[in-house]
Structures are given as structure tokens and as C-alpha cells.
């Protein structure tokens, strides 16, 4: 379960993702981003272009969600129940 204020790191989906790992908090575990028209994990977070379709986890390692949009303090990531239930997992 992602709570507000939860530590969290993001890794890149490129070619060079280790470089691309950055370490935030969870703002706002459900915010609705009108730019996507979804909720939203909402992370105080570097973020950079090239990262989207990155990974979102906990510092245990727990996927939490896909990183969809990010600038130098904040970052947006598809949760995981969004992911799972397109997907009917």
C-alpha cells in the first residue's frame, strides 16, 4: 500500500537506468493529473525526460507503479492497481 510520505526511488527505462535512480517521497498516493486524465502517484522526486515507462518502488523494492512524467522536483507514476487492472491481472 503506497501512504502519503513514503519513501520511494525511481529507476529509468533506458539504456543506462542504473544512472537514471533517484530517491524521493510520495506527495499524494491517489491525485488525480488532468494531463493524463488518471490518478496518480505524486512523488517529490527528480525526474528527467527518457525515464517514463521507469519503474516506482518502495526502498524494499515493492513495484509500486510506472513512471509516466517528471521534471526536477516532482514526478508522476501510474499505480500499479491502474496497471493490473487494464491488464485484468
Known amino acids: 500500500q503506497v501512504i502519503d510520505h513514503t519513501k520511494i526511488f525511481h529507476i529509468g527505462s533506458?539504456?543506462?537506468?542504473?544512472?537514471?535512480?533517484?530517491?524521493?517521497?510520495?506527495?499524494?498516493?491517489?491525485k488525480f493529473f488532468p494531463e493524463f486524465n488518471t490518478f496518480m502517484i505524486h512523488g517529490k522526486c527528480y525526474g528527467e525526460p527518457?525515464?517514463?515507462g521507469g519503474g516506482t518502488f518502495d526502498l524494499k523494492g515493492h513495484y509500486l507503479g510506472m513512471i509516466l512524467g517528471g521534471n526536477?522536483?516532482?514526478?508522476?507514476?501510474?499505480p500499479l492497481s491502474l496497471i493490473e487492472d487494464e491488464w485484468d491481472i
Open 14 to 30: 533506458g539504456s543506462q537506468a542504473i544512472e537514471d535512480t533517484f530517491i524521493g517521497t510520495v506527495l499524494d498516493p491517489w
Open 50 to 52: 527518457g525515464m517514463s
Open 72 to 78: 526536477d522536483e516532482e514526478t508522476a507514476s501510474l
